[in-house]
């Protein structure tokens, strides 16, 4: 998906009321690019004077347990409800425990294309510079 649009879908959301005190954004930006066309239009003297402050919090998982997690997924067709290998497990394997339909895994969440996922993640992964705060997490499998 094009960044500008995804920036344009981003800069609509957060112009919504609900938004007007903080909001938080979930996996944007992750490049340069994206970065710049966020600071573009939403310029450090516009968060100031609404007496917002930007801060960045990146979660350090280990590259084993994302890939557990993620091709472990499994989804409902019918209700997408999404159920895990290691998390969420449905009463009755393969079925999903809301309508009993038969579970699916997205072509993206097989190991290999998550694999490659993460590569081209760390690799267009911006360095953030200033306020960053970082999480480590031991999740077992």
């Not at 998390?87 to 579970?103: E, M, T, W």
Request: with cysteine; net charge positive; glycine share 4%.
């Amino acid at each position: 998906m094009p960044d500008e649009l995804v920036l344009s879908v981003l800069l609509e959301r957060i112009n919504e009321s609900d938004c007007s005190g903080s909001f938080i954004i979930d996996g944007f930006p992750r490049t340069c690019q994206q970065a710049a066309l966020l600071d573009m239009y939403l310029p450090v003297d516009a968060i100031s004077k609404q007496n917002l402050r930007r801060m960045v919090v990146r979660l350090l998982v280990s590259q084993r347990c994302l890939v557990n997690r993620l091709a472990g997924r499994q989804i409902c067709p019918m209700c997408q409800t999404v159920y895990g290998a290691h998390f969420h497990q449905p009463r009755v394997a393969g079925y999903c425990d809301k309508d009993a339909s038969f579970l699916a895994v997205r072509k993206d969440d097989h190991e290999e294309t998550v694999t490659e996922r993460l590569r081209n993640f760390d690799e267009q992964n911006i360095s953030y510079r200033g306020s960053l705060c970082k999480v480590r997490w031991n999740i077992r499998n």
